[in-house]
């Protein structure tokens, strides 16, 4: 995964209209920290503040406001799809997280890395990003753990197949 070019916590003055019909050549992740009006499987509507979207390439992208907006935004490139699968989530949907200032946070650590010149540049901003898709994922399937990965559920399942334990019995001496 590669960023193009990233803000966080970006501010912008009404009224503020993105009409992009035929979306852009890339990834376009958003994180809306106000509330706006988006355009969404055909239908206008007011998203809360927290929601996200992230567009694929040549999605039609539409969002207004006739307030000051805040969101957090990057252009992306990459195995975006996948990474978004392996957490459950897909392009082109709307995420409405609860207690979202997780994403922000690390959307400031992914600009800060971005404008900088570090060792490992890319191998930490790839580590970030998955970690920015893994924290929306827990956000939105709630930590919910899949039967299998539950730490008590293979411990009950081993416990049953070894069988009852022997009943220990004290011994005279």
Request: hydrophobic residues 40%; negative net charge.
């Amino acid at each position: 995964m590669k960023i193009l070019s990233i803000r966080h916590n970006w501010p912008e003055n009404p009224p503020f209209l993105i009409d992009r019909p035929n979306g852009c050549p890339e990834y376009v992740l958003l994180h809306f920290i106000t509330p706006l009006l988006l355009l969404h499987d055909g239908k206008k509507q007011m998203v809360p503040a927290g929601s996200c979207i992230i567009y694929s390439p040549g999605h039609p992208q539409w969002f207004f406001s006739d307030k000051p907006i805040l969101h957090d935004w990057m252009h992306l490139e990459g195995n975006i799809p996948e990474m978004m699968a392996s957490v459950g989530l897909a392009p082109d949907t709307l995420y409405t997280p609860q207690e979202s200032h997780i994403l922000t946070e690390l959307t400031a650590e992914l600009e800060s890395e971005f404008f900088a010149e570090r060792a490992y540049k890319e191998l930490f901003s790839d580590a970030k990003l998955q970690e920015w898709f893994i924290q929306l994922g827990r956000k939105i399937h709630r930590n919910n753990i899949p039967p299998f990965e539950s730490f008590e559920l293979k411990c009950f399942l081993t416990s049953t197949e070894i069988g009852p334990f022997p009943k220990w019995q004290n011994a005279s001496v």
